[in-house]
């Protein structure tokens, strides 16, 4: 075993549909601790292979069970949030924006890195810090978990309509999209198809 001494880089284009079968329709996240996807020090921020093996069997057993995709927590004490497997994972608790920082086991996602910005030009309050399951929960509880969204660039911005952790079910925003979920949708579908200025040179015209 040893990395390969010459690689071939080449892209492939081709048109696509919506990465989810829900398209934009809130998905359905199951919150597991049983297993780990990643630790600091391993694959868990780099956009490889090995990266998404790790989280197959997770997310076969939630489809199963009627969800989309798995909410993995950190390997460590599998309490923080830490990211979908197939997107980043952003939250709001109250007017407090939450997303889980870039401490090695997530992936410095480009559309997360898009979503931070525009919030911010917005003014809204956006934290990049750890968020805790029993956080969420609490939140969901008292009324304040008010959207959770996932962001990535097949899946873009898409809405997570409720969360399942340990047997219970939090239903987001009556199951529906969010007006913060929507508008980030919207400003980026608009700045990738041309449809909106682009003050930070996010786009290339080729």
Do not use: C
Request: hydrophobic share 40%.
């Amino acid at each position: 075993m040893r990395p390969a001494k010459s690689y071939i880089y080449f892209v492939i284009l081709s048109p696509v549909g919506a990465y989810y079968p829900e398209g934009m329709a809130p998905v359905k996240i199951l919150v597991v601790d049983k297993y780990v996807r990643a630790v600091d020090g391993g694959v868990g921020g780099a956009k490889t292979p090995g990266n998404y093996a790790a989280s197959l069997f997770a997310s076969d057993e939630a489809k199963h069970e009627g969800f989309t995709q798995v909410l993995w927590l950190d390997g460590v004490h599998r309490k923080y949030l830490d990211e979908v497997g197939t997107m980043n994972i952003m939250v709001k608790i109250g007017d407090e924006i939450i997303t889980p920082p870039l401490t090695g086991t997530i992936l410095p996602g480009v559309t997360r890195d898009s979503a931070l910005a525009l919030m911010r030009k917005w003014g809204l309050k956006v934290s990049e810090r750890q968020v805790s399951i029993d956080e969420v929960v609490a939140a969901h509880g008292r009324g304040q978990l008010e959207e959770v969204w996932g962001t990535g660039t097949a899946a873009v911005i898409s809405p997570v309509g409720e969360l399942a952790y340990k047997g219970r079910k939090m239903v987001i925003n009556g199951g529906k999209i969010g007006p913060l979920t929507q508008r980030l949708y919207d400003a980026i579908v608009a700045i990738q198809y041309g449809q909106a200025p682009d003050p930070d040179g996010w786009t290339l015209t080729i």
